[in-house]
């Protein structure tokens, strides 16, 4: 058997059955995000099993973008972990089928404590659906597993349709990387987007004059290892000089000594304030396709007091 070409029918099977599900998303999926969004406490996800481990990593991705979401057991919620759950709270229940018992037995007390019910199911007319106040669809037509047990296209589509939820709601709370970084501080994710340039920059600036030689260019370039050099006239910043443009002069001119620097330079460098974070740098970076960014006091700034390399955000992170 070619493992590799079975692999790639798999995939094939899982996204034709999530465009078939994209295709179906209507109205109901808008009241499901008003509903969350006007919610004054916070979104209970229940499931068991292999949903239930799906529903969990919804209610984490959640719970790290914005929206204050936990995650109950279904079986253990009918031995005590109902009391997490309040009035003000939604109780979002995720089943394939509808009918899995350990969910349905948590209906009736749900409703007494008096929150809201969401179904997220494969079967919209099952008994969960018909019982909850919303509903949101997950039906796929076929499993990708070939005996149709082993839950695949439909655990795939109920994780797919938790992410539309999730980014929809942090979209909708303007959730930013500053957010991000307070629900992230460890690990390497967190300490990029905690981090700010100015506890990353060098401030070994290289810089020569505008009438600096081409020699004294190359030599603040390699003395600096940063790649770059910035041109000043007198104690004001006027341009940059890359390695790409110390190659071009060579290419250029049969004689580079002639050459002073503002003769090779750019007048428009890149910049970032100091109290930036690095999640910024690194767009601003990616955007423009550089490596390096001049770091000013602040905004609107043409003070140079340091600069960043692409690889001290690198070496941050690692």
Known sequence: MNYSDRAKEIFQQEINELQRLSDTINSDFDAVVQTILACKGKLVLMGIGKTGIIAHKIASSLASTGTPAVFVNAAEAMHGDLGIIAPQDIALLVSNSGETSEIL???????????????????????????????????????????GLAPTSSTTATLVMGDALMVCLMEQRHFKAENFSLYHPGGALGRQLLGKVKNRMSRNVPRVQKDATFRQIVNEVSDKHMGTTFVYDADQPVGIITDGDIRRTIQRFENPD??????????????????????DALQLLDKYNITTLAVTSRDNSDDIIGILSIHHIIDFVN
């Open 105 to 147: 037995n948590v209906l009736a007390p749900i409703r007494r404590i008096g929150c809201k019910l969401i179904a997220l199911t494969g079967n919209p007319l099952s008994p969960l659906a018909k019982d909850c106040d919303l509903v949101l669809s997950v039906h796929v037509d076929r499993e990708a597993c070939p005996l």
């Open 258 to 279: 002639s050459v002073r620097a503002g003769d090779i330079m750019s007048r428009n460098y890149k910049h970032v304030a100091q109290d930036a974070l690095l999640t």
